[in-house]
């Protein structure tokens, strides 16, 4: 069976600090891949997502970047961390038509 | 613009009390309606898929239905770990690699 990681669960990061989450998918091969934003009370911004190595589109320009450096594996960076990118961040895969979610990496900067 | 809204924002039931969530879309073209279920600090959990007016699944205590601009997700004798978020979100007809919009939700509280 299909299973999806993310990487950390919490992290709180002093603004201006670096970033980077991980999320690795098994149990598949060649998924399309997502980054997510929810914000407290919101639903889920659509960050970027991949339809392959080294295939990234991002959907809103912001202070992150994406990067697929191999096939089940998706990463999420920052060079430097603002207030705002405060959130819950979740990665996704799609089997079919269905997006699958992971647990989810809350992001506290201050 | 393509858009999903849902409502109520927040729902508080009776257990056993029946009630339905709301979604209502408005879309060029729907390939799709999705609801899922999200518990605090966790993960969107996959419900249910529709796909065309007068769609109906079940699961449980949950039933979804589809119409051509709306949806309903209706809860049957509701326990209290039904309490949750419950979102719903679009795949528009067009859209590449299965883009979802989602709406804010609903946060269910289910109360013994």
């Known amino acids: 069976s299909q299973t999806i990681h993310q990487w950390p669960a919490t992290l709180v990061q002093p603004v201006g600090s670096p970033l980077s989450l991980e999320c690795t998918v098994e149990?598949?091969?060649?998924?399309?891949l997502y980054w997510y934003r929810q914000a407290a009370g919101r639903g889920l911004q659509l960050l970027f997502y991949s339809v392959g190595i080294g295939q990234i589109s991002s959907e809103v320009p912001q202070n992150l970047s994406a990067s697929r450096p191999q096939d089940r594996q998706f990463i999420l960076s920052s060079k430097k961390l603002l207030l705002s990118d405060s959130g819950f961040y979740l990665c996704a895969w799609t089997q079919g038509e269905t997006q699958y979610f992971g647990p989810g990496t809350r992001l506290l900067v201050l | 613009e393509d858009q999903v809204t849902q409502s109520p924002e927040a729902l508080r039931l009776q257990e056993g009390e029946s009630s339905s969530l709301n979604c209502s879309y408005t879309?060029?073209?729907?390939?799709?309606l999705f609801w899922y279920r999200q518990d605090p600090g966790k993960g969107p959990e996959f419900l249910f898929t529709?796909?065309?007016a007068g769609e109906e699944k079940e699961k449980e205590r949950l039933k979804a239905t589809l119409t051509k601009k709306e949806s309903f997700l209706h809860i049957t004798a509701p326990k209290p770990e039904d309490s949750a978020t419950y979102l719903c979100?679009?795949?528009?007809?067009?859209?590449?690699?299965?883009?979802?919009?989602f709406g804010t939700g609903t946060l269910l509280a289910v109360q013994p």
């Open positions: 529709l796909y065309s």
């Open positions: 979100a679009f795949r528009d007809y067009g859209g590449a690699t299965n883009k979802l919009i």
């Open positions: 879309v060029s073209g729907l390939r799709g």
């Open positions: 149990g598949t091969s060649n998924p399309n």
